[in-house]
């Protein structure tokens, strides 16, 4: 089992910068790829940004691309998301995610992923 804690949510202006924390235990930190995916009110959870197991090897949708950044420290068993140039439309509940794969293929599928943190809310006002 692996537990995943977030932290570092709360309420921004646009334009404004939010860094993302979350923090795992329970298992090898390093055997596992991690990933930020949201969910805003009505709509189905989306892939944000995920990193390697070594954390050399990022990805980011579309919408987020330059604008956030994901890292990894396997020493201290946490991956950040550094959010900046924040919209409105990021507003949403952000979750970290936790996969025991190698190969980086499908990354955005929520079903690649074994475990999941409780959620923390991002509003971003305008």
């Known amino acids: 089992q692996v537990q995943l804690v977030e932290s570092g949510g709360g309420l921004v202006q646009a334009g404004g910068s939010l860094r993302l924390s979350c923090a795992a235990s329970?298992?090898?930190?390093?055997?596992?790829?991690m990933a930020w995916f949201r969910q805003a009110p009505g709509k189905e959870r989306e892939f944000v940004a995920t990193?390697?197991?070594?954390?050399?090897?990022?990805y980011y949708a579309d919408s987020v691309k330059g604008r956030f950044t994901i890292s990894k420290d396997n020493a201290k068993n946490t991956v950040y998301l550094q959010m900046d140039s924040l919209k409105p439309e990021d507003t949403a509940v952000y979750y970290c995610a936790g996969g025991y794969f190698s190969v980086m293929a499908r990354i955005s599928d929520v079903k690649k992923y074994d475990y999941w943190g409780q959620g923390t809310q991002v509003t971003v006002s305008s």
């Open positions: 990193v390697s197991r070594s954390g050399g090897t990022t």
């Open positions: 329970g298992r090898t930190f390093s055997d596992y790829v």
